[in-house]
């Protein structure tokens, strides 16, 4: 019996001792607002054949994420989201030279999962308090993309619909690719087991599958549509579990 307790003494001291060691780490949920963007890089496009230049839509973002702490501040930030986007043009009857035709808007609902690493610098302003840095890799894997594009000849005219699926139209070619890889810059505040973060993935892959513009005729331009998918995002959050 005397050894058994001498055992249990000596195992609870080495844990204590390895719990002195652990990083100071944290896993917990954050949401907040995204605003991917779809841009189109083609040097010789026009803007308004069949899709804006830049299109920005508005969403949010929710996800876990799970956050380490391990030499002097340094450590890193890793998790899963899903954002959701949404984009309407505005009715318009002009095209990029001025010249008019009928009526017509565009609408996108955008849906994706992403899988975050981001390697992160701490900096204690006071107790518990913390500015940070952070950089990293997002891998981004759409769910859905919903296009759609509405005519009307005149204003009380009957509107027109033309939809689609982005990732796949009717005959299962692709408009756009499902996967995405981004780089991010950001920084964010941390107050005890509360935190906000802040900045901006620039897109590496290009998004596009096929040609997206046309020309007078209606048939496709002759060179490849290329451009990016970035993305603005602010996030706030809380650790339900924090070893500080």
């Keep these: ?12 001291t080495a844990i204590s001792a390895m719990a002195v060691d652990l990083p100071k780490q944290g896993f917990g949920i954050h949401l907040g607002w995204a605003q991917p963007i779809l841009r189109i890089n083609t040097a010789d496009s026009n803007p308004k054949d069949t899709l804006d230049v830049v299109v920005k839509m508005k969403g949010f973002k929710v ?12 450590g890193a930030s890793m998790g899963i989201n899903y954002t959701f986007g949404a984009y309407n043009s505005g009715w318009i009857s002009k095209n990029a030279y001025g010249i008019p035709y009928p009526r017509s808007r565009q609408l996108i609902t955008y849906h994706e999962a992403e899988v975050f690493v981001d390697w992160q610098y701490k900096f204690e302003v006071a107790k518990e308090t913390y500015l940070m840095l952070y950089t990293g890799p997002t891998i981004q894997c759409g769910i859905g993309l919903d296009m759609r594009a509405d005519h009307q000849i005149d204003q009380g005219a009957d509107v027109t619909h033309i939809h689609y699926n982005g990732y796949k139209n009717d005959n299962e070619n692709e408009h756009f690719k499902r996967l995405n890889v981004t780089w991010g810059v950001g920084a964010g505040f941390q107050y005890k087991r509360y935190f906000v973060r802040g900045g901006y993935d620039f897109g590496l892959l290009n998004p596009y599958a096929n040609n997206q513009f046309v020309d007078a005729a209606g048939n496709p331009k002759d060179h490849y549509t290329r451009g990016r998918l970035d993305q603005w995002n602010i996030k706030i959050g809380v650790y339900l579990w924090y070893n500080d």
């Excluded at 996800?63 to 340094?74: L, Q």
């Design 1 to 12: 019996m005397k050894k058994f307790f001498v055992t249990i003494v000596m195992a609870c």
């Design 63 to 74: 996800g876990v994420v799970y956050d380490a702490s391990f030499i002097a501040g340094f």
